[in-house]
């Protein structure tokens, strides 16, 4: 009878995996757009998109403004016509004048060479989807095509894209490709069909198109409005660029994610799942709501993992029948006391039970010990204890000790 050999404490050892607890990020080439650069090992960078009708000079530089004002880094403004390529000088002009230069990214959607060639006049990057920036007009009876047909489009495609390409690479700005799982071009359709591989392979076909004419300031998206999909397309295209020698930095996003709770874990579920694997340099959060609520959620995610550091980290446990002071309350009178603080970790813990060991690593803890009285903590070390109603006030006051206070 065959048994297997007796491991021994040394080669168990060998044979356990070693994790980090640090993301190690996917190695991307830095591109500029504007003051602001994606890639190139910098800091996720957070983008969102205004509503306005970018023929509304005075709305969309107020919209672009409070977007900025709350932390979104790159602005994107919708452009569906010359006269709105042309109203985004009078946009810039305007931003520069009243507040600052703000990197803008403009989205151009069908036939859009004219278009594109205006925008890429006035603003720093150039969005464009590939299965909308060359019109195929659709057949019904269509039940192939031929690999002449193929070619033929994509000839058609390099003779309007070589342009745009020339402009921006002349004037070191930046591109998007920005391929849709819902707007595949019906080439794509019908070889690959409607797929994470075809996303991919339309998403090269612009890249190389690019390379050919020395343009390499280009950022990546496969968005889809299905997370699995989503996953599966970033994941494959950053295979497929690996194999193929390409280091492009690709933003992140889950399109149509709806509003509300869902529409939150929506995003974050795609968005986070790749960020934690390395994958991505730029986010959006696409939220049925006002652009404004979109921030909070990309800041949210990328503290989560340990990307950023924007706001306060608070610690809390859930409760329990241990706990000797109405948590949920304490933990909104500290949070509400000390929100608008950056770089900080504050634990809020109900017991001593699990309060010191699972707040270890946070800069201050505020533990209920004794009935009626909370214990404040540096680090490891327990500072003092105080009276219930005294605890936030006590808090405050050793923050401020620290030096590490800012007022509101």
Same mark, same amino acid.
């Given at each position: 009878?065959?048994?297997?050999?007796?491991?021994?404490?040394?080669?168990?050892?060998?044979?356990?995996?070693?994790?980090?607890?640090?993301?190690?990020?996917?190695?991307?080439?830095?591109?500029?757009?504007?003051?602001?650069?994606?890639?190139?090992?910098?800091?996720?960078?957070?983008?969102?998109?205004?509503?306005?009708?970018?023929?509304?000079?005075?709305?969309?530089?107020?919209?672009?403004?409070?977007?900025?004002?709350?932390?979104?880094?790159?602005?994107?403004?919708?452009?569906?016509?010359?006269?709105?390529?042309?109203?985004?000088?009078?946009?810039?002009?305007?931003?520069?004048?009243?507040?600052?230069?703000?990197?803008?990214?403009?989205?151009?959607?069908?036939? !859009?060479?004219?278009?594109?060639?205006? #925008?890429?006049?006035? /603003? =720093?990057?150039? *969005? @464009?989807?590939?299965? +909308?920036?060359?019109?195929?007009?659709?057949?019904?009876?269509?039940?192939?095509?031929?690999?002449?047909?193929?070619?033929?489009?994509?000839?058609?495609?390099?003779?309007?894209?070589?342009?745009?390409?020339?402009?921006?690479?002349?004037?070191?700005?930046?591109?998007?490709?920005?391929?849709?799982?819902?707007?595949?071009?019906?080439?794509?359709?019908?070889?690959? !069909?409607?797929?994470?591989?075809?996303? #991919?392979?339309?998403? /090269? =076909?612009?890249? *190389? @198109?690019?390379?050919? +004419?020395?343009?390499?300031?280009?950022?990546?998206?496969?968005?889809?409005?299905?997370?699995?999909?989503?996953?599966?397309?970033?994941?494959?295209?950053?295979?497929?660029?690996?194999?193929?020698?390409?280091?492009?930095?690709?933003?992140?996003?889950?399109?149509?994610?709806?509003?509300?709770?869902?529409?939150?874990?929506?995003?974050?579920?795609?968005?986070?799942?790749?960020?934690?694997?390395?994958?991505?340099?730029?986010?959006?959060?696409?939220?049925?709501?006002?652009?404004?609520?979109?921030?909070?959620?990309?800041?949210?995610?990328?503290?989560?993992?340990?990307?950023?550091?924007?706001?306060?980290?608070?610690?809390?446990?859930?409760?329990?029948?241990?706990?000797?002071?109405?948590?949920?309350?304490?933990?909104?009178?500290?949070?509400?006391?000390?929100?608008?603080?950056?770089?900080?970790?504050?634990?809020?813990?109900?017991?001593?039970?699990?309060?010191?060991?699972?707040?270890?690593?946070?800069?201050?803890?505020?533990?209920?010990?004794?009935?009626?009285?909370?214990?404040?903590?540096?680090?490891?070390?327990?500072?003092?204890?105080?009276?219930?109603?005294?605890?936030?006030?006590?808090?405050?006051?050793?923050?401020?000790?620290?030096?590490?206070?800012?007022?509101?």
């Amino acid at each position: 009878m065959q048994t297997l050999p007796t491991l021994t404490t040394s080669n168990t050892a060998n044979l356990q995996p070693t994790f980090d607890t640090t993301i190690k990020r996917r190695k991307t080439r830095p591109v500029k757009v504007g003051d602001v650069i994606i890639g190139g090992g910098y800091p996720v960078v957070v983008q969102s998109m205004i509503n306005e009708d970018t023929l509304d000079i005075n709305g969309s530089v107020a919209a672009i403004r409070r977007l900025h004002e709350i932390g979104c880094e790159i602005v994107r403004v919708t452009v569906p016509s010359m006269a709105h390529a042309k109203a985004l000088a009078e946009i810039k002009q305007k931003l520069i004048k009243t507040y600052q230069d703000v990197p803008i990214v403009a989205d151009v959607h069908h036939n !859009g060479m004219k278009i594109a060639l205006e #925008v890429a006049k006035h /603003i =720093e990057k150039v *969005r @464009i989807n590939p299965g +909308l920036y060359v019109f195929e007009k659709p057949n019904p009876n269509r039940t192939e095509y031929t690999k002449a047909e193929f070619n033929d489009i994509g000839e058609k495609i390099r003779e309007t894209l070589a342009p745009l390409v020339i402009s921006l690479r002349d004037q070191g700005k930046a591109m998007r490709i920005g391929v849709n799982h819902g707007s595949l071009g019906e080439r794509m359709l019908f070889t690959y !069909g409607d797929t994470p591989e075809g996303m #991919v392979e339309s998403a /090269i =076909e612009f890249i *190389r @198109i690019c390379e050919s +004419l020395d343009f390499h300031n280009l950022v990546i998206s496969m968005k889809a409005s299905r997370v699995p999909v989503m996953l599966a397309a970033y994941r494959l295209m950053a295979l497929r660029m690996d194999e193929l020698g390409m280091d492009y930095p690709l933003h992140l996003g889950v399109t149509e994610a709806g509003d509300g709770e869902y529409g939150r874990i929506k995003s974050t579920a795609g968005i986070a799942t790749l960020l934690a694997d390395g994958i991505g340099d730029t986010i959006r959060v696409s939220l049925t709501e006002s652009p404004e609520k979109e921030i909070p959620v990309c800041y949210s995610i990328l503290q989560a993992l340990g990307l950023r550091k924007t706001m306060v980290e608070y610690v809390a446990c859930p409760s329990c029948g241990r706990t000797l002071f109405n948590l949920e309350e304490v933990l909104h009178k500290v949070r509400e006391a000390t929100k608008h603080l950056t770089g900080l970790d504050v634990a809020v813990m109900g017991c001593i039970v699990n309060g010191p060991g699972e707040m270890a690593d946070a800069d201050y803890g505020y533990v209920g010990k004794t009935p009626g009285y909370i214990s404040l903590y540096r680090g490891r070390e327990e500072i003092k204890k105080v009276p219930e109603d005294k605890g936030v006030e006590e808090l405050i006051n050793l923050i401020k000790i620290d030096g590490r206070w800012i007022d509101p």
